[in-house]
């Protein structure tokens, strides 16, 4: 009998039993860990896997599916390590949901209120109040301010979009949360780079930032609303930590099995140390501190929305620090690797 590790977490590590267990083992086991709740347990016999989520089943199985006593020492020392250390994983990947996940309603919060106050302003809510014809109004408040109202609603465009992407990230960051190959699709990878940036179009220009995202027909095979929210997630990043006047440049090329994708721009100079870190939740830079507030959590759901997708990412910088005032920036990349057979050439 193989018993297998906990969550779809875990390293899935397997202890092959090739003697029994006892009922006196049992019932110690079962006493320990009855109470243990949110874990799952998967028991594999004869090729059969049995899943179970709590100690109840487990030790009815264990007693019906076995009945000599030889094992209780292996079992003290192999069985129940793996069932703590599940469990104490658990506790920390489900602290660390609800941390982001309080920062992630913190930040929705903070989009929504701003989003109400652009449309009142728009629409000058004190002045609207006292119209009996209100539809008339705004028609005529409409009519007369076009480019304000145009920005205004590609802002809010942009608000709700970046509302939507929290609770769709929120969502996926739940513990135990995979895709299953029925969520992948096809998609362009211009296309999901196009629907990613055109939320931050307006803002990039404002800063004269000029993105050049390269036209291909190469496709990949991906859940499109995850590997989305990582591409805001980057375009974002890069909204606060770019030079003004400077460029983006996005390529994407083919390579033996799997799709690269280079995102390069000039942005905050990231130290050698910080490579990996600025990956980690809640972690920001040196340079990147030193514009504005953040929680550091970007780059971390970025990565996270990737992994789902079969797909990694890296940091590289390509020169030395480029000194403007008080902040140091880089020529920095970006690279995403999707691998497998999540990709395809089409033509």
Do not use: W
């Given at each position: 009998?193989?018993?297998?590790?906990?969550?779809?977490?875990?390293?899935?590590?397997?202890?092959?039993?090739?003697?029994?267990?006892?009922?006196?083992?049992?019932?110690?086991?079962?006493?320990?860990?009855?109470?243990?709740?949110?874990?799952?347990?998967?028991?594999?016999?004869?090729?059969?896997?049995?899943?179970?989520?709590?100690?109840?089943?487990?030790?009815?199985?264990?007693?019906?599916?076995?009945?000599?006593?030889k094992t209780a020492a292996f079992i003290s020392k192999n069985f129940l390590h793996v069932i703590r250390a599940g469990v104490i994983y658990r506790e920390k990947i489900t602290a660390e949901y609800d941390e982001i996940s309080e920062a992630i309603l913190h930040n929705t919060k903070n989009i929504q209120n701003q989003s109400l106050l652009k449309l009142k302003s728009l629409l000058h809510e004190d002045i609207?109040?006292?119209?009996?014809?209100?539809?008339?109004?705004?028609?005529?408040?409409?009519?007369?301010?076009?480019?304000?109202?145009?920005?205004?609603?590609?802002?809010?465009?942009?608000?709700?979009?970046?509302?939507?992407?929290?609770?769709?990230?929120?969502?996926?960051?739940?513990?135990?949360?995979?895709?299953?190959?029925?969520?992948?699709?096809?998609?362009?990878?211009?296309?999901?780079?196009?629907?990613?940036?055109?939320?931050?179009?307006?803002?990039?220009?404002?800063?004269?930032?000029?993105?050049?995202?390269?036209?291909?027909?190469?496709?990949?095979?991906?859940?499109?609303?995850?590997?989305?929210?990582?591409?805001?997630?980057?375009?974002?990043?890069?909204?606060?930590?770019?030079?003004?006047?400077?460029?983006?440049?996005?390529?994407?090329?083919?390579?033996s099995s799997k799709v690269i994708i280079d995102i390069e721009m000039i942005s905050v100079y990231v130290k050698d140390d910080d490579f990996n870190r600025i990956f980690q939740p809640n972690y920001r830079g040196d340079e990147a501190r030193k514009i504005g507030n953040g929680k550091g959590l970007g780059l971390y759901l970025a990565k996270r929305m990737l992994e789902l997708n079969n797909s990694k990412i890296f940091f590289r910088r390509l020169s030395n620090s480029i000194s403007a005032g008080e902040i140091s920036f880089s020529r920095n990349l970006f690279v995403i690797h999707v691998m497998g057979d999540m990709a395809t050439l089409l033509y």
């Open positions: 009998m193989n018993v297998i590790g906990f969550d779809k977490y875990d390293k899935q590590q397997v202890f092959e039993f090739t003697n029994e267990l006892n009922n006196e083992n049992l019932d110690l086991l079962y006493k320990q860990y009855k109470n243990m709740k949110g874990i799952t347990l998967q028991l594999k016999k004869k090729g059969v896997l049995y899943r179970y989520d709590d100690m109840d089943s487990v030790y009815y199985f264990l007693v019906t599916e076995t009945t000599n006593i609207l109040k006292l119209q009996e014809n209100k539809i008339q109004y705004i028609v005529q408040e409409i009519e007369e301010n076009t480019l304000d109202t145009a920005r205004t609603l590609l802002s809010l465009l942009k608000d709700f979009s970046h509302i939507n992407f929290e609770y769709a990230v929120q969502e996926y960051l739940k513990p135990g949360v995979t895709l299953s190959p029925i969520d992948y699709s096809s998609y362009p990878i211009h296309t999901l780079l196009v629907t990613a940036y055109y939320v931050f179009e307006s803002e990039f220009k404002s800063r004269n930032i000029k993105v050049d995202l390269q036209r291909s027909q190469l496709e990949i095979n991906v859940h499109f609303s995850t590997f989305k929210s990582a591409l805001v997630q980057l375009f974002d990043n890069a909204l606060k930590y770019c030079q003004d006047g400077s460029d983006i440049i996005v390529t994407y090329n083919s390579v």
